[in-house]
């Protein structure tokens, strides 16, 4: 199929862009990467009047540690991230993570703030975001607001953006020296959206845990932080005992749907078994102190 009519803008600035979305109030798509957005197009699940092509726009794609954060511009392509030695240092889990995203046609144009502006609950980016407890920085006619992940995704497909608004910059904080870090998936092929992905963040410390982090894709309209997981991990340690514990209250955490790729007991029960694959692998990494 082909998309349906629409107008085409590619503007200069971040100003210009943001009066074209004004201007069609609600009614304009900006294009990132266009790898989840085009074939949308090309469907006609999405009609959109016009398209601000974000491409040209100077200034939104970078990779720098500023103030104990690892700070990305959203037009950042997923391929920079997934060969920046300043994100491997700093966020390792997010260049793991981007390495299991589509294929690498898709990575070379793929964008971190076009996927996280797309908001796939099944999608890598938006579990790291919600796993790191990151946030983004949101710039309308109105001025910047910061966004943290806990508050952007609503649903399938949806986030707290105002149709004025772009996602401009992405904020990670960098872990604590010697943490561990893992993701793991499992997709029916390489490349697909995961069934279910786990993302994990660990720092053993004394034989305890003095933080863990667990996020969980494709169980439900949104990326699921596992807290309940979490606290038994920092209560408990990182023994196996409580690595069990702590991915079978994971599984019952998330309830997610049955769909033509996975029952919902299915899914749950990837999320025990990837949570402790996970958490194992991420431990494995850590330097306790």
Avoid at 120 to 129: G, I, R, S
């Amino acid at each position: 199929m082909k998309p349906a009519p629409f107008e085409y803008h590619a503007p200069r600035s971040v100003d210009e862009a943001l009066d074209l979305l004004t201007r069609y109030g609600g009614d304009a798509r900006p294009l990132a990467g266009g790898q989840s957005l085009v074939p949308l197009l090309n469907l006609r699940v999405s009609r959109p009047a016009a398209l601000v092509d974000l491409n040209a726009l100077p200034g939104l794609a970078y990779i720098r540690l500023d103030d104990g954060q690892l700070r990305v511009g959203a037009m950042t392509r997923q391929r920079a991230i997934e060969f920046s030695p300043v994100a491997r240092r700093a966020a390792p889990l997010l260049v793991e993570a981007t390495a299991l995203v589509g294929h690498l046609p898709i990575r070379s144009r793929g964008t971190l703030g076009g996927s996280l502006a797309h908001a796939d609950p099944a999608a890598e980016y938006p579990t790291v975001l919600t796993a790191l407890e990151g946030e983004v920085v949101a710039r309308s006619p109105r001025g910047d607001r910061v966004v943290k992940a806990a508050e952007l995704f609503r649903s399938y497909l949806a986030t707290s953006l105002a149709a004025d608004e772009l996602l401009v910059e992405v904020r990670l904080p960098v872990p604590a020296a010697g943490s561990g870090f893992a993701f793991e998936e499992f997709s029916r092929r390489h490349g697909d959206f995961a069934i279910v992905g786990i993302a994990a963040l660990l720092a053993p410390r004394d034989g305890g845990c003095m933080m863990a982090r667990l996020a969980a894709a494709g169980v439900g309209p949104a990326p699921v932080r596992l807290r309940g997981a979490e606290e038994i991990l920092e209560r408990d340690g990182v023994s196996e005992r409580a690595i069990a514990a702590a991915a079978a209250r994971a599984g019952e955490l998330v309830t997610p749907e049955s769909d033509i790729h996975a029952s919902a007991s299915y899914r749950r029960q990837l999320t025990r078994v990837l949570t402790t694959r996970a958490l194992r692998r991420a431990l494995a990494r850590a330097e306790p102190r």
